[in-house]
């Protein structure tokens, strides 16, 4: 796996919607409605201990000049209401194994040989768009108890309201077929909108990933789900 050196100027790559400008093109609403996206289990591990820095780059952690190991990858999206209008000012989470399979929660299984220079955890706030942005590892599987394809958890607030909790998968992955979580999404489309690919970044000098997840919520908040 490899790791991404970090640059120079990593505080202007910090600045989410700076990163976003010109990403994207807002356009008008679907002419159908969109697949919401699937509500998914938060699971148990997000960070009961939230690390020093929780910014969208979570291959730094604050000033360290470490990056963490692993395949890394520009995430992008949007954030779009059930007609597919944009949404912004929306603060998006996500948190991940790191390349070892170990969560930044105390009570992750190997939590000693975690990797200490991944994040874990990130948000970043959306634009105008809708759109965000976040610098990663592709996920890998872990075992808990059971294995679990490679995913990564994500969360929507607007408001000081959770609207969403969701998980993305490595579209084509051979774990896909066995993890009982989205196997739990019974409606095809909706299983397939939380496929996401993971392809070589093409404007990328240093190599890298791209991964695009567009994420579709409802109009009210979610009511409390047990995991």
Same mark, same amino acid.
């Given at each position: 796996? $490899?790791?991404? !050196?970090?640059?120079?100027?990593?505080?202007?790559l910090?600045?989410?919607?700076?990163?976003t400008?010109?990403?994207?093109? @807002?356009?008008?609403?679907?002419?159908?409605?969109p697949t919401?996206?699937?509500?998914?289990?938060?699971?148990?591990?997000?960070?009961?201990?939230?690390?020093?820095?929780?910014?969208?780059?979570l291959?730094? @952690?604050?000033?360290?000049?470490?990056p963490?190991?692993?395949? @890394?990858?520009?995430? &992008?999206?949007? =954030? #779009?209401?059930?007609?597919?209008e944009?949404?912004?000012?929306a %603060?998006?989470?996500?948190?991940? +194994?790191?390349?070892?399979? =170990?969560?930044? !929660?105390?009570?992750?299984p190997?939590?000693?040989? $975690?990797?200490?220079?991944?994040?874990g955890?990130?948000?970043?706030? &959306?634009?105008?768009?809708g759109?965000?942005y976040?610098? &990663? %590892?592709?996920?890998?599987?872990?075992?808990?108890g +059971?294995?679990?394809?490679?995913? =990564? !958890?994500?969360i929507?607030?607007?408001?000081?309201? $959770?609207? #969403?909790?969701? /998980?993305?998968? @490595?579209?084509?992955?051979p774990?896909?077929? /066995?993890?009982?979580?989205?196997?739990?999404?019974?409606?095809?489309?909706?299983?397939?909108?939380?496929?996401?690919?993971?392809?070589?970044?093409?404007?990328?000098?240093?190599?890298?990933l791209?991964?695009r997840?567009?994420?579709?919520?409802?109009k009210?908040?979610?009511?409390? #789900?047990?995991?």
């Amino acid at each position: 796996m $490899r790791a991404e !050196h970090p640059s120079l100027a990593r505080r202007l790559l910090l600045q989410c919607l700076a990163l976003t400008a010109g990403m994207f093109t @807002v356009g008008g609403a679907f002419a159908a409605e969109p697949t919401r996206t699937p509500r998914q289990t938060q699971g148990p591990f997000y960070p009961n201990r939230l690390p020093p820095d929780t910014d969208n780059d979570l291959l730094i @952690v604050n000033d360290s000049v470490t990056p963490a190991a692993g395949d @890394v990858t520009h995430l &992008t999206g949007r =954030i #779009l209401g059930p007609a597919g209008e944009p949404v912004p000012n929306a %603060i998006v989470e996500i948190w991940q +194994v790191d390349h070892q399979g =170990i969560y930044l !929660h105390t009570a992750s299984p190997n939590r000693e040989r $975690r990797d200490e220079n991944f994040q874990g955890f990130g948000r970043c706030l &959306t634009g105008p768009g809708g759109e965000y942005y976040f610098r &990663t %590892i592709k996920p890998v599987p872990y075992a808990a108890g +059971v294995q679990r394809a490679p995913h =990564i !958890h994500v969360i929507v607030n607007k408001g000081g309201q $959770r609207m #969403l909790t969701t /998980q993305l998968y @490595v579209k084509g992955h051979p774990l896909n077929e /066995q993890d009982f979580v989205l196997k739990g999404i019974r409606d095809k489309a909706a299983r397939e909108s939380v496929l996401v690919d993971f392809t070589p970044a093409a404007d990328s000098r240093i190599g890298g990933l791209t991964a695009r997840f567009d994420i579709v919520i409802g109009k009210t908040p979610e009511a409390p #789900l047990e995991d």
